[in-house]
């Protein structure tokens, strides 16, 4: 079997967690609306982690294109105006500092900013970056990295739900780096995988063609290390209120796992499952189960998103 080398730090020692298997995770995709049969490529995706970093990835990554984000937007919950991450994000920034948004969809981020703040945002999806000239803003459709190119620098470049998009995040994130000014503040928010996202079965947003790395803090901060900050700060969010739901279904079946019941797997549609999913859906054995997985993990009380502040 060749090598399979971290997108991150490009170590070598890395190993095999768990696969899926293409037909499955095809239906999985198909159940939500999505056809990304043109993107999965052999019979399986396998996730990996990288003893050396702790980063999770897919190989092969099989990342999507403009094509398959067009059918996402489709969807009311993809492109959301109000994050969690956009208020705490929007307190480390100071009145009259210029901002590179990275992937900034249609600018959302923006109104959460003072009005003296110079913004500018780079977004690769047609029908966003209309919308956000439409608004008045200054959107380009440009890679951060053609865009670092032309000399331009920020006192803030961040990036919200972008990392784990990428196939090459580790260049992606010098790029970002290399547009701030010295001493700029770099924001970068992804999905936890220090949360229960992480634990989550037949999650196929995370997984590709969608998300092709999974970034626990330490991989986070070893990133940022890399690239010489000596400055990190790591913010997690609650629990929104849209996922408490799946959050405590998660927890359920993860105390279920510590009791010798259930075995997770990155998509499951096999009978015992379907039949521990009667289990947890009573509400009174869920808050039990939920309770239990929070004794004996108590990390799992963080919501979907981390962020990254570095300078």
């Known amino acids: 079997m060749p090598e399979r080398i971290c997108p991150a730090c ?3 020692d890395t190993k095999a967690v768990d696969s899926v298997d293409r037909k499955d995770l095809i239906r999985s995709y ?20 990288c003893n050396h970093c702790e980063l999770g990835f897919f190989d092969p990554a099989c990342v999507g294109d403009g094509f398959f984000y067009e059918q996402l937007q489709t969807q009311d919950w993809y492109y959301q105006d109000d994050k969690p991450e956009y208020a705490h994000a929007a307190k480390l920034i100071h009145q009259d500092s210029s901002v590179l948004e990275v992937g900034c969809g249609k600018g959302a981020f923006r109104r959460w900013l003072p009005q003296s703040i110079r913004y500018t945002g780079l977004e690769f999806n047609d029908e966003a970056v209309q919308k956000a000239r439409a608004a008045g803003l200054d959107v380009r459709k440009q890679p951060v ?23 090459h995040p580790k260049q992606f994130f010098h790029a970002c780096v290399q547009a701030l000014k010295p001493g700029g503040t770099l924001l970068i928010a992804v999905p936890a995988q220090d949360s229960f996202l ?17 970034w626990t803090d330490r991989a986070l901060t070893n ?21 408490k739901e799946w959050h405590a279904t998660t927890l359920a079946y993860h105390a279920l796992t510590r009791f010798g019941l259930y ?32 004794r004996a993990s108590p990390r799992l009380t963080v919501g979907h998103t981390v962020m990254l502040a570095a300078s």
């Not at 198909?30 to 982690?49: F, M, P």
């Not at 990295?145 to 196939?167: G, I, P, T």
């Not at 634990?199 to 999974?214: D, E, G, K, Q």
């Open 223 to 243: 990133l940022a290390r890399s690239e010489g900050f000596s400055k990190t700060d790591i913010w997690h969010e609650p629990v929104a209120d849209f996922h």
């Open 30 to 49: 198909r159940q939500k609306g999505i056809d990304v049969s043109a993107y999965l490529h052999g019979d399986s995706v396998t996730l990996c982690h």
């Open 145 to 167: 990295e053609e865009h670092v190119a032309a000399s331009r620098r920020y006192d803030v470049v961040c990036a919200f739900q972008v990392l784990e998009h990428v196939e």
């Open 198 to 214: 992480a634990i989550a079965p037949n999650s196929p947003l995370n997984m590709p063609p969608h998300h092709v790395t999974r």
């Open 10 to 12: 490009h170590a070598d």
């Open 263 to 294: 075995r997770p797997r990155l998509i499951d549609n096999g009978m015992r499952y379907r039949l521990l999913g009667h289990l947890v859906r009573r509400s009174m054995l869920r808050r039990y189960l939920m309770r239990s997985a929070l």
